[in-house]
């Protein structure tokens, strides 16, 4: 298969493809012509990491998940352990937007909304813009 057949089976852009080529996280073979060619193993790495980044792997656990995936004498248990790490992550982000949420209510709730120039929003940005400001 050629880069362009690949992406079409795969759901992922030539771009990305060339781009997970650039890092190695997949080597396709190269044709006499120097153009890539992309077995069926190449295309189901390729639909593993598209899954694994829509999870919201980072590459570089992409990259030891595929090594994971490829050793046969693998333990669960180191699998399980990256898969752990990223959903504590996963965890502490949703923390984040939950505060960011009641922040954004409280203000959204704090502001008449009227015709007076006075609005809390605008004054905790600016007072929270200079407090950064100042701690820097």
Known sequence: MNIGDVSVRS???AKTIRYY???D???PARAANGYRRFSERDLHKLAFLKRA????FTV???RQLLALYEDR???S???KALAQRHLTRIDAQLEELHQMRRTLVDLVESCAGDHRPDCP???DLAEGAAGRRLSD
């Not at 980044?53 to 919201?56: D, E, K, S, V």
């Open 53 to 56: 980044r829509a999870l919201g």
């Open 11 to 13: 759901g992922l852009p």
């Open 21 to 23: 080529e650039d890092i």
């Open 121 to 123: 929003i605008l004054a």
């Open 73 to 75: 004498d693998r333990a």
């Open 60 to 62: 570089e656990e992409c």
């Open 25 to 27: 996280l997949i080597t």
């Open 77 to 79: 248990a180191d699998v």
